[in-house]
């Protein structure tokens, strides 16, 4: 697979990640987020775009990047 890089931004505790997904439409902030169950016994994992002004992932849309 010869498939270029994306550069991760981390939160501390290893839960977030973000990073900048290029097309030709333009760029998107990605975000990957680990959050524990209630019970602590599971984790969910959340994958969107990124909202700007609430730094929160938003999962209903769908971004086409073509590249």
Same mark, same amino acid.
């Given at each position: 697979m010869n498939e270029?890089?994306?550069f991760l931004k981390v939160d501390a505790d290893f839960f977030s990640f &973000?990073? &900048?997904?290029?097309?030709k439409n333009g760029s998107v902030t990605k975000i990957v987020r680990f959050t524990k169950s209630e019970s602590e016994e599971y984790y969910n994992l959340g994958f969107g775009d990124k909202n700007e002004q609430t730094g929160e992932?938003?999962?209903s849309i769908?971004?086409?990047m073509v590249i």
């Open positions: 270029d890089k994306y &973000e990073f &900048e997904s290029h097309g992932i938003n999962d769908t971004t086409k």
